[in-house]
């Protein structure tokens, strides 16, 4: 098993990355200023979902055949974009709604259990379709992994189940105050039509940056 060591400098390096700017706090920014903290929580939990999904396929090996495979890492990043282009499309043509009381607000920000799961699966999505948070995970986990302290795949899902566990924690904190911020924002038509134009320009910007990704 890894020594607790390794795993506070593990940690403290993941809170790190999830502090630097990239798609995926930035999408967990967007979404929650525009549709609340709840609904950008749903996300982080998606992405996080999707961590274990990376650390999987590195820990099963599936991680270097994507590696290896010009065909599989163009659709995985071909899809990716196309997710994020329809993101992008939805966000410029987001209604814009004014709550005048605060009961309207509250009806507004209850999820059903349908919607927070699809909130979920959006944040899944984004993670999985993105074949550099994959090729990153193959290069960065194994770093911290000790052939002599027992078996690979499992210290190297432990790492994931931490990185998860730091994810969480600076995602969450992001959702949760640009949630609040985004309330001020939903007072405002035209701060609302504001922030659905930058969400779109970002999601379409991440997505031409995703396209011009190589191996």
């Not at 940690?11 to 929650?32: E, K, M, T, W, Y």
Request: hydrophobic share 60%; charged share 10%; aromatic share 10%.
């Amino acid at each position: 098993m890894l020594a607790w060591e390794t795993l506070i400098a593990f940690f403290g390096v993941a809170v790190l990355l999830g502090l630097s700017p990239g798609p995926d706090n930035l999408f967990v920014l967007l979404q929650s200023a525009q549709c609340g903290w709840r609904v950008g929580l749903c996300v982080v939990l998606g992405l996080c979902l999707g961590v274990v999904g990376h650390t999987a396929a590195v820990a099963l090996g599936l991680a270097a055949i994507v590696a290896a495979s010009p065909m599989l890492f163009t659709v995985l990043k071909v899809c990716g974009a196309a997710y994020l282009l329809y993101m992008a499309w939805g966000a410029w043509r987001a209604p814009v709604e004014i709550s005048e009381t605060a009961q309207a607000q509250v009806q507004r920000d209850v999820l059903t259990l349908q919607s927070a799961l699809g909130w979920v699966g959006r944040g899944l999505v984004m993670n999985l379709t993105n074949p550099k948070v994959l090729i990153f995970f193959l290069a960065f986990l194994p770093q911290f992994a000790d052939p002599a302290r027992g078996s690979v795949p499992v210290q190297i899902m432990v790492l994931g189940c931490v990185f998860m566990a730091s994810a969480w924690l600076v995602f969450g904190s992001i959702a949760c105050f640009s949630g609040l911020f985004g309330q001020i924002l939903q007072r405002s038509a035209r701060a609302q039509r504001w922030l659905n134009r930058i969400a779109a320009t970002v999601f379409g910007a991440l997505a031409l940056k995703l396209a011009m990704v190589q191996r």
